[in-house]
């Protein structure tokens, strides 16, 4: 809109930032990483672009939307009271994040989908977890979410492999990853447990050719 060159790498991610920090991320397509930076006004916090969208097109996500109802503790407020209050999260900062940037990075340009759905579910547990140990705790999972937990740990039980992974962010709506060969039965998975009200006659699938492949295929 603004005809700014491209040349100007990583300002508007850095601008954008100060209002959201998934908007730094979204500037570039593919795979994304928000570096940390080290400088005290935060000038070098910003996204890079870790692969373009076309290096692993076999990947895909399916977004389970728990509930469009507003949150009651929004992002920025919940993090601003989880850095004031839970010693997990500074932990988790220092120790944990760093490591698993990197461990990503390498998992997902090597396309070792076990190792990136594993390294999501273990990083959403954790985030949630420091939410938990916020004073006074957040709770952005609920009942429902944590039911697609269990369902993805018992897919992959039932193939005897990691196919399917999930991430949750500050609210409750899964984001589910798989490989295109198994969309169509996670999918199949997703609508046994959680059947769409019977008054809707389209369900709340927006994919006919996937809800199609769910319903021909069946489940492990």
């Given amino acids: 809109l603004f005809c700014v060159p491209k040349e100007v790498d990583g300002e508007l991610s850095a601008i954008a930032r100060q209002g959201s920090g998934s908007a730094c991320r979204s500037l570039a397509g593919g795979f994304v990483a928000w570096d940390m930076g080290c400088a005290v006004d935060g000038s070098d916090s910003r996204a890079r672009q870790v692969a373009p969208a076309d290096h ?4 895909e996500v399916l977004i389970l939307v728990v509930s469009d109802v507003k949150k009651k503790v929004s992002s920025t407020s919940g993090m601003g009271t989880s850095v004031a209050t839970s010693p997990l999260l500074a932990h988790r900062a220092a120790t944990v994040v760093p490591k698993r940037m990197v461990a990503m990075e390498e998992a997902y340009l090597s396309k070792d989908f076990a190792a990136v759905a594993k390294l999501a579910m273990q990083d959403s547990n954790q985030f949630h977890a420091t939410c938990l140990d916020t004073y006074p705790p957040i709770f952005y999972l609920n009942d429902v979410s944590r039911a697609i937990i269990y369902m993805v ?68």
């Fill in 56 to 59: 692993w097109p076999d990947l």
């Fill in 153 to 220: 740990h018992a897919f992959n039980d039932a193939y005897g492999e990691v196919r399917m992974g999930y991430t949750f962010d500050a609210g409750p709506n899964a984001v589910l990853l798989v490989r295109k060969a198994d969309a169509a039965a996670a999918l199949a998975a997703v609508l046994k447990h959680f059947p769409p009200d019977e008054s809707s006659d389209a369900g709340y699938v927006n994919r006919p050719e996937l809800r199609a492949g769910a319903a021909a295929g069946g489940r492990p």
